[in-house]
């Protein structure tokens, strides 16, 4: 891996973290958690990582408020 490549996947990984934060964030100003709701260990792991937010599963009410959230944004 080249020390640009590095570089970018530091970037990467910096602003899944980060989208991570603010979404961890306005669920729970929403009043929703997701319990499962993390950067995929695998999509790091790689020797390129292009990291991917895991937003798990939830019960259905959790569901249902998400959805109501969702539909109040738009």
Do not use: F, N
Not at 23 to 30: G, I
Not at 58 to 70: F, G, P, Q, T, Y
Request: hydrophobic share 50%; aromatic share 0%; with cysteine.
């Amino acid at each position: 891996m080249t020390a640009e490549s590095k570089r970018h996947a530091v970037v990467c990984v910096e602003l899944a973290e980060e989208t991570l934060r603010e979404l961890h964030a306005a669920l729970a100003r929403a009043g929703i958690a997701l319990p499962s709701l993390r950067i995929d260990p695998a999509s790091v792991a790689r020797e390129a990582p292009c990291p991917r937010i895991e937003l798990g599963g939830c019960s259905v009410d959790v569901a249902a408020r998400l959805a109501a959230v969702l539909r109040g944004a738009s």
